[in-house]
């Protein structure tokens, strides 16, 4: 059942909107958490439209009951800076808004239990967010995930953020203490620093995108993926050919974290430098 409902979260002043999908026949049981986190302008509405794919992969069995879960991200309110905003939105989704949804809709307090997913914009927080907290988070799954291929701010092309107005990214990230933000949340640049953290966690990570995205998503896809095998960093890499941003994705884009948090895939071996 899809149902839609509002929090109060200290970190904003407005509610947060959300939906929460649940599988019939399971009421009153703890079940697995899925945050399905939407892309840049999107809502909790996304959930509605995934929904049919989630019940679809729930009917064939290779996805277990879960609270699959989509707040719409406060982008309408002011909250200060853009590293201002993306922190607020961070210690929501692990804190306040994560103890919400466990202690109301009956989702897993378990770390392997709680899993995270989304495309672009989504894919890009749901790898920050299990890259950054580990311990919180078994897996995630990230579909054309909004990253770039470099590891700091200052490697950037402008060619790669035609979307985005370049002179709000320079002012937030255009100087040292942004620069060293920009990199401690970045997806590429977490995996090389805290190679040894994310080995041990044995985190979960699939990631997925066409090779011919229209955002060049495919490019920051590449890259990150190249830092998690070249450090040792288990996951497991799709790159589609012939696909672009607007094509459907797969089920197994949702059955894939619930089901890596039931398996262990084998760790690329580190590289033999000379």
């Given at each position: 059942?899809?149902?839609?409902?509002?929090v109060?979260?200290?970190e904003?002043?407005?509610?947060?909107?959300?939906?929460?999908?649940?599988?019939?026949?399971?009421?009153?049981?703890?079940?697995?958490?899925?945050?399905?986190?939407?892309?840049?302008?999107?809502?909790?509405?996304?959930?509605?439209?995934?929904?049919?794919?989630?019940?679809?992969?729930?009917?064939?069995g290779s996805?277990?009951?879960?609270?699959?879960?989509?707040?719409?991200?406060?982008?309408?309110?002011?909250?200060?800076?853009?590293?201002?905003?993306?922190?607020?939105?961070?210690?929501?989704?692990?804190?306040?808004?994560?103890?919400?949804?466990r202690?109301?809709?009956?989702?897993?307090?378990e770390?392997?239990?709680?899993?995270?997913?989304?495309p672009?914009?989504?894919?890009?927080?749901?790898?920050?967010?299990?890259?950054k907290?580990?311990?919180?988070?078994?897996?995630?799954?990230?579909?054309?995930?909004g990253?770039?291929?470099?590891?700091?701010?200052?490697?950037?092309?402008?060619?790669?953020?035609?979307?985005?107005?370049?002179?709000a990214?320079?002012?937030?990230f255009?100087?040292?203490?942004?620069?060293?933000?920009?990199?401690?949340?970045?997806?590429?640049?977490?995996?090389?620093?805290?190679?040894?953290?994310?080995?041990?966690?044995?985190?979960?990570?699939?990631?997925?995108?066409?090779?011919?995205?229209?955002?060049?998503?495919?490019?920051?896809?590449e890259?990150?993926?190249?830092?998690?095998?070249?450090?040792?960093?288990?996951?497991?890499?799709?790159?589609v050919?012939?696909?672009?941003?607007?094509?459907?994705?797969?089920?197994?884009?949702?059955?894939?974290?619930?089901?890596?948090?039931?398996?262990?895939?084998?760790?690329?071996?580190?590289?033999?430098?000379?």
């Amino acid at each position: 059942m899809l149902t839609q409902a509002t929090v109060q979260c200290p970190e904003f002043l407005n509610p947060i909107d959300y939906a929460v999908l649940r599988p019939d026949g399971h009421e009153g049981q703890t079940l697995p958490l899925l945050y399905v986190l939407h892309g840049g302008g999107g809502s909790r509405e996304h959930l509605q439209r995934v929904a049919p794919k989630i019940e679809q992969v729930w009917a064939e069995g290779s996805l277990p009951p879960l609270v699959a879960v989509t707040p719409s991200a406060p982008n309408d309110e002011l909250v200060g800076s853009i590293r201002d905003a993306e922190d607020r939105w961070e210690a929501v989704l692990t804190g306040s808004f994560l103890q919400h949804v466990r202690a109301t809709h009956g989702a897993s307090r378990e770390r392997k239990f709680t899993m995270t997913c989304g495309p672009s914009q989504g894919g890009l927080f749901s790898l920050r967010l299990a890259l950054k907290h580990p311990d919180l988070f078994g897996a995630a799954a990230a579909l054309a995930p909004g990253i770039q291929p470099v590891l700091d701010f200052a490697e950037l092309d402008p060619r790669q953020l035609f979307w985005l107005r370049p002179e709000a990214l320079t002012a937030a990230f255009g100087n040292p203490e942004g620069a060293s933000y920009w990199r401690a949340n970045n997806p590429a640049a977490i995996a090389r620093d805290n190679a040894a953290r994310l080995r041990d966690a044995d985190l979960a990570l699939y990631l997925e995108c066409g090779d011919r995205d229209s955002f060049g998503a495919h490019h920051g896809a590449e890259f990150l993926h190249r830092q998690l095998f070249d450090n040792g960093i288990s996951h497991e890499y799709r790159l589609v050919r012939g696909r672009t941003t607007s094509a459907p994705r797969p089920p197994i884009a949702f059955a894939t974290p619930s089901s890596f948090s039931a398996r262990r895939s084998h760790r690329p071996p580190l590289p033999t430098r000379p």
